[in-house]
């Protein structure tokens, strides 16, 4: 790379990690090409990236912003693994980590929060905004329709009650 290519790389990177909802930080030493390329199709598809980084430009590019507090995961054949939503980018790598023990989870950072390995495991064990926002318009629809049947279900015994009155007096 060139200066100019590495300043670059290091203004997009630092605009990465102030952005993004989280950062995962992973050896990758033994991944073959295809294993990598698989990775990062899986993360494209949930909505985030995964790049290989030069720790001495990933740690420069940490500098100004709320996840500096990673730069010393930064050692050894590291990658990247972010997304605007918090908790894709962890899901995603803890996945692929399970099936192939080459990819090991260092940390990373949800905005000023440093995470270990244990803490990426969290994260990713949460729903995603997706789900939640599903779980929430769920439980916003149950009250409305349990208030429907509440209210109409005074009517239905009127109804019944008028109809077995009829019954009776037409029987009579």
């Known amino acids: 790379m ?6 670059e790389f290091v203004a997009w990177l630092n ?3 102030k952005d993004s909802g989280s950062v995962v930080v992973a050896h990758y030493t033994g991944l073959t090409v295809a294993q990598l390329s698989d990775l990062r199709s899986k993360m494209r598809d949930a ?5 290989v980084a030069k720790n001495r ?12 507090g990673i730069a010393d995961l930064f050692t050894g054949q590291t990658l990247v ?16 980590a399970k099936g192939n ?21 969290a994260l990713a064990a949460l729903p ?3 789900e939640l926002r599903a779980k929430l318009v769920g439980m916003i629809q149950t009250p409305a329709t349990r208030i429907a049947q509440i209210v109409n279900a005074p009517a239905g015994q009127l109804a019944r009650v008028f109809g077995a009155y009829a019954r009776k007096d ?3």
């Open 47 to 51: 909505g985030g990236t995964v790049k």
């Open 101 to 121: 023990e080459k990819l090991v989870i260092l940390g990373g950072s949800m905005g000023a929060t440093t995470l270990d390995p244990e803490g990426v495991k």
């Open 57 to 68: 430009l990933a740690k420069i590019a940490l500098q100004g912003t709320d996840s500096e």
């Open 81 to 96: 693994a972010y997304s605007n939503d918090p908790i894709t980018a962890p899901k995603i790598a803890i996945e692929f």
């Open 128 to 130: 995603s905004l997706d």
């Open 170 to 172: 037409e029987a009579a």
């Open 2 to 7: 060139e200066k100019a290519e590495k300043r």
């Open 15 to 17: 605009g990465v990690f």
